[in-house]
């Protein structure tokens, strides 16, 4: 069975992910189960996806339906689930109207396109975005241009020009990136791809400051801190700024493909009729599941819950021979292990044991677990990992 669906993946898809060893078919809450019925923790959430856990029977209950009254009309027509949608993102994050999408790179490249046109009208015919080294923003040509470690890949070059990378964290490094052509600032406020890496509020205000006095946008890449993820609605909200745009994806659907590249007031405006768009982009179903996953994900105790969680991970793994510090937010965690400890063979480890994470990096373990564990199963999750690390040191 397993070895069949292995050759025949080998044969009919485009070879581009190194796939685990089990096949997942099944989801409940915090669990997956493979095609043997082994049962898995889910400290991953498909990438910080599902952060209500699999199949949330609120969730299935909204698609279905949509998907059975009316599924897709275009963007040619009104649609009361999209509006809804957009009021509530807006609303809760900063106050502008909303251009929806189907991923988290396509928030971007509607964020690097209103960055440009904003800078045009500003008189800039060679607009220069600033990004972070470390940083990952997707893998479409512009989302990858602003992704400094995949955009020096040298096949698959060109890239889009004017993308400047600087050093994480250095607002130094920063401010002397700024040219009479800066566009834009783009960044995560914790960059999970390198590996759960939180800015400073140092950084994050020299951003906020620099961009505001250039005239330039401050874009905050959401995609995978937002959506409850580090214990409040957008991971922004805990920091000392607010940005010009903001891109949301991943959790926003709980599982439902949907983006979003949500502006302020005042750049609410430069994308005009014509300028953008997306066959798919804020449909029925998509918007009425996120709208769902917003109202199960926006309450207070909800919130109070992801952080109580993150903490009680948190403190149980910064007791573990062979941790040397726990980085992140909520449930958003980067596990940094000692010398000598390889994060990918730890990783294979624990999901023989039973438990789902990655290693985005060798000395790295990262938490992106489900919202909805309960506490023994935080705990049994923590002895998972102390035990993998312990067999491995
Ligand atoms: C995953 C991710 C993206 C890309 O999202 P896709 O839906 O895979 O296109 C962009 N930015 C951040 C911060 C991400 O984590």
């Not at 040219?179 to 960059?191: H, K, L, P, R």
């Not at 789902?356 to 506490?375: A, K």
């Amino acid at each position: 069975m397993r070895k069949e669906l292995e050759d025949r993946e080998h044969r009919f898809l485009m070879q581009t992910y190194r796939r685990s060893e089990i096949d997942l078919v099944r989801g409940e809450g915090p669990l997956l189960f493979d095609s043997e019925g082994k049962e898995y923790l889910d400290f991953l959430s498909g990438i910080a996806v599902t952060s209500l856990g699999h199949c949330h029977p609120e969730l299935v209950e909204t698609a279905s339906s949509q998907m059975a009254e009316l599924d897709h009309v275009s963007n040619l027509f009104f649609s009361e689930p999209m509006v809804d949608l957009a009021e509530r993102l807006s609303v809760g994050s900063i106050g502008g109207p909303v251009f929806f999408c189907n991923s988290g790179t396509e928030a971007n490249e509607c964020a690097i396109k209103v960055a440009r046109k904003h800078a045009s009208r500003r008189g800039i015919a060679s607009p220069e975005i600033i990004t972070f080294k470390g940083g990952f923003h997707g893998r479409s040509y512009g989302a990858l241009s602003a992704t400094p470690a995949m955009a020096a890949d040298e096949a698959l070059a060109p890239m889009l020009p004017g993308f400047v990378a600087v050093d994480f964290d250095d607002p130094e490094a920063l401010a002397n990136a700024f040219t009479d052509n800066t566009a834009a600032v783009m960044m995560e406020t914790i960059q999970g791809e390198a590996g759960v890496f939180p800015f400073s509020a140092e950084t994050l205000v020299a951003a906020r400051d620099l961009t505001r006095e250039a005239g330039a946008l401050l874009v905050f890449d959401e995609v995978q801190a937002g959506v409850g993820r580090t214990g409040s609605l957008w991971s922004f909200q805990q920091g000392p700024v607010q940005p010009d745009l903001m891109t949301s994806s991943k959790a926003l659907g709980g599982g439902f493909p949907i983006g979003a590249c949500v502006a302020s007031r005042e750049t609410g405006q430069v994308l005009e009729a014509g300028d953008h768009g997306s066959t798919f982009a804020g449909g029925p179903v998509a918007s009425r599941v996120a709208a769902k996953v917003l109202d199960l994900i926006d309450r207070p105790e909800l919130l109070h819950r992801v952080r109580e969680l993150g903490e009680r991970i948190r403190s149980g793994l910064e007791g573990v021979d062979g941790v040397v510090e726990v980085r992140g937010r909520g449930l958003m965690l980067g596990v940094g292990l000692d010398d000598g400890l390889d994060g990918p063979g730890i990783r294979d480890s624990l999901l023989a044991k039973g438990l789902i994470l990655n290693s985005p990096r060798p000395d790295t373990l990262r938490l992106l677990p489900t919202f909805v564990m309960s506490d023994r199963q935080a705990d049994d999750g923590v002895g998972l990992i102390a035990d993998a690390i312990g067999e491995a040191s």
